[in-house]
């Protein structure tokens, strides 16, 4: 009996045995590293920019007031339309203003029909005087008589020429090429005029929109480092006071101007300089007080290393390009990142040229562990 249980746990232990060590003979070999795409940082002459945020405003602010007073009688715009310069706006009940032309106009022919006489009796009297049947009293009563006459004519005929004016600023015109605002006084009111020596009546406004100025203010350290730049500008030639602006929903700096005004001093209570660019806007897209970002040069161009921003980790407050050494080990490098240019961020300082940049791949790179290589490119963003 013995022998047969030995027998049969011999039978059954063996099976085990052999199953163990056909496991271990057939173990799969170690997966090889995994696959990340690498490529040298893009060398490109890029300038260094200060970035600023700023308002637009209209190069041209009129507001449209009334001259003479009046009822207003017409409306000729719909509210916030372009308009053009000499466009007819507003119309004021003109009839009391031709009356009064009318009358002026009168008063000159009386005056003309005076002056007239004055000469007539200026001749007789001359020639009675010459003939010694009038005094020289007389005649110099005449001559006085003839020049309050000429006086009296010019006065009719200043007061013709206001008559004129004043009907002509019944019929109230755009003074400039722009968008209009609202009317502020609807028909049948009383507009009230400047001649009337109350507070002209707002009727309404009137902003111009191409050119267009984009107001900011910069910091002392900006400013100085903008004139400096200024100065070593082409060797004393010419200067190029281009800026380039990109609206809040813009990714790239395609709006380009001028920097025409700089204020004369810094504001001591902020430490900052008022300065503005013009910029064009052919069609009308861009609105006064919209905000804006705009950069300044502040070096001339000089060879950088660009990265796309996809291949940037972040360490805490670091900042960290993953690249492959000669081993195909992972090194993280500390990096000084600038801003973007040509949808690519500038790297100031810790990268070399040579160096390999993780470019894709990055959630399959740890520091320290081995990674197999793929060459690859840099382009920018398709958006850039």
């Known amino acids: 009996m013995a022998i047969v249980l030995l027998a049969g746990g011999a039978a059954l ?3 085990k045995l ?11 070999p170690a997966p090889p590293p995994p696959p990340v795409t690498v490529s040298a940082p893009v060398q490109r002459d890029v300038a260094s920019w200060t970035t600023f945020t700023g308002q637009f405003s209209a190069v041209d602010y009129v507001e449209i007031r009334a001259q003479v007073s009046g009822y207003l009688t017409e409306i000729h715009f719909t509210d916030g339309q372009i308009v053009h310069q000499g466009d007819l706006l507003f119309v004021i009940d003109p009839r009391p203003y031709q009356i009064a032309l009318q009358q002026a106009s009168a008063q000159m022919l009386t005056a003309a029909a005076g002056l007239q006489l004055a000469n007539q009796e200026i001749a007789r009297t001359t020639e009675l005087h010459r003939r010694d049947f009038a005094s020289g009293e007389l005649l110099d009563q005449r001559v006085q008589q003839q020049r309050a006459a000429q006086a009296a004519l010019d006065q009719a005929e200043a007061a013709v020429r206001s008559a004129k004016l004043n009907l002509e600023f019944t ?3 755009a003074p400039l090429t722009g968008r209009i605002s609202s009317h502020r006084a609807s028909i049948g009111n009383l507009i009230g005029g400047a001649q009337s020596g109350m507070t002209p009546t707002l009727l309404t406004t009137i902003v111009s929109l191409d050119p267009i100025h984009l107001d900011f203010d910069m910091s002392e350290g900006d400013y100085l480092a903008y004139q400096r730049y200024l100065q070593g500008q082409h060797g004393g030639g010419p200067i190029d006071h281009t800026v380039e602006a990109s609206l809040s929903d813009e990714q790239t700096w395609t709006r380009r101007g001028k920097l025409d005004f700089i204020d004369n001093q810094m504001d001591r209570g902020s430490g900052t300089i008022h300065a503005r660019a013009t910029l064009p806007n052919p069609d009308l897209f861009i609105a006064a007080g919209q905000f804006a970002r705009l950069r300044l040069p502040t070096s001339a161009p000089r060879p ?10 972040t360490d805490q407050s670091r900042k960290l390009l993953m690249t492959v050494a000669a081993d195909g080990s992972v090194v993280a490098k500390p990096v000084e990142l600038g801003a973007l240019s040509g949808g690519l961020r500038i790297v100031n300082g810790g990268l070399a040229a040579s160096d390999r940049v993780i470019i894709n791949g990055l959630m399959r ?10 060459p690859g490119s840099i382009a920018p963003p398709a958006q850039s």
């Open 304 to 313: 950088t290393l660009l990265v796309p921003d996809s291949a940037v980790s």
């Open 13 to 15: 232990v063996g099976p």
């Open 18 to 28: 052999l199953h163990n060590t056909h496991t271990t003979s057939t173990q799969p």
């Open 365 to 374: 790179a740890r520091p320290g562990t081995k990674v197999t290589p793929q």
């Open 171 to 173: 019929h109230i015109t």
